[in-house]
């Protein structure tokens, strides 16, 4: 049947007719806050490049962790920066880590909340990269074996779920292998699978104090013109052990994420990145666009596409208006 009879502004006429054929919801359950730590006390520095993001030393976390929770928001992904960076990152598995003292801290405050901690060694290397550099290269299996070792460091303290964002090869194995070993089998494995060489970091470095010193992150983070790639890093990714398989950024990467929900079951996450986040909030800035409007038109979108869960610097604000 076709045009008179069929119509299909029937259906989107009135508020509430809209809301009973809508396809896809973001609710909070989707969501995913990430944090910053930083050393000190009594600090929550604004970051100059996301509006509304800030970094915050650990006691200051757990009232953060409790606005979170008032949000009804399930998790948090925690980034840590430490004052005293090396060579080989050694901040990353220490016990007493900026990382392992946050995340202690926020169980010990909100322990229903989920803490996700990011398995990485570029927030902890005076170079910058994410793992071991040898003649400015950047080693995958020494670089696997420290991994290992962070992620365990990080379960330790509490953590819900690790979720290495290296992107070197054998990491998830390795990852598996070293938690199942030291009593972790609960502990969940957050796969970023499928991380681009991104232009859409640049925020977040700034954050993280983590832009390489030389070079950059393309012989390790995927090429962005490569789809059929990335089915197969998730493909390895799953069969290494992943729990959660994550395409990163979100946006620019759709298709990715459409085709991962097609060849995949196991839950999908997406991360709206720093340099997504900040594109909308400097034009909303100026006046350029409705920023709420392209917020949630963003996240719906990576939601339609596939994605479970959704990490973005916006989740209070967008909990807070879904009422
Ligand atoms: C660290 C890491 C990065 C992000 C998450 N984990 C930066 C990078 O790979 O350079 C980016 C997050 C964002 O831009 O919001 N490996
Ligand atoms: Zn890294």
């Known amino acids: 049947m076709s045009f008179p009879r069929t ?50 030393s650990v006691d200051q976390l757990a009232d953060e962790a409790k606005r979170v929770r008032d949000h009804g928001l399930p998790a948090v992904i925690l980034f840590g920066i430490p004052d005293a960076k090396d060579a080989r990152g050694s901040g990353a598995d220490d016990a007493n880590g900026i990382v392992q003292r946050a995340t202690a801290a926020i ?35 020494p670089s696997v074996e420290r991994l290992a070792l962070t992620a365990v460091s990080q379960a330790r303290a509490g953590a ?10 054998g990491r998830v194995g390795a990852i598996r292998t070293a938690l199942d070993s030291n009593g972790f089998e609960e502990v969940v494995i957050l796969s970023y699978a499928a991380k681009y060489a991104s232009a ?61 929900r097609r060849a995949f079951e196991v839950p999908l996450a997406a991360y709206h990145v720093s340099g997504e986040y900040a594109a909308i909030l400097a034009a909303a800035e100026r006046g350029w666009l409705d920023g709420e409007r392209a917020m949630d038109e963003a996240l719906v979108a990576i939601k339609r596409a596939g994605a479970d869960l959704i990490l973005t610097y916006a989740a209070k604000d967008v909990a807070a208006r879904l009422d």
């Open 160 to 169: 819900d779920v690790v979720a290495p964002s290296d992107m070197m090869d």
């Open 200 to 260: 859409y970091y640049g925020p977040f470095r700034d954050a993280a104090e983590s832009t390489p010193a030389f070079g950059d992150r393309r012989a390790y983070q995927m090429d962005p013109p490569n789809q059929r790639e990335a089915l197969r890093e998730m493909r390895l990714d799953l069969e290494e052990g992943a729990d959660i398989l994550m395409v990163k950024p979100a946006l620019p990467y759709l298709d990715v994420l459409a085709e991962a």
């Open 7 to 56: 119509r299909l502004r029937r259906l989107r006429r009135t508020a509430s007719l809209r809301r009973m054929v809508r396809e896809t919801r973001v609710s909070r359950d989707d969501l995913v806050l990430p944090l910053f730590a930083v050393e000190g006390r009594g600090v929550r520095e604004p970051v100059p490049s996301m509006p509304g993001v800030y970094r915050h």
């Open 107 to 141: 169980k010990a405050a909100e322990p229903e909340l989920c803490v996700i901690t990011d398995v990485c060694l570029c927030e902890y290397t005076d170079h910058g990269h994410c793992g071991i550099v040898e003649a400015e290269q950047v080693r995958n299996d």
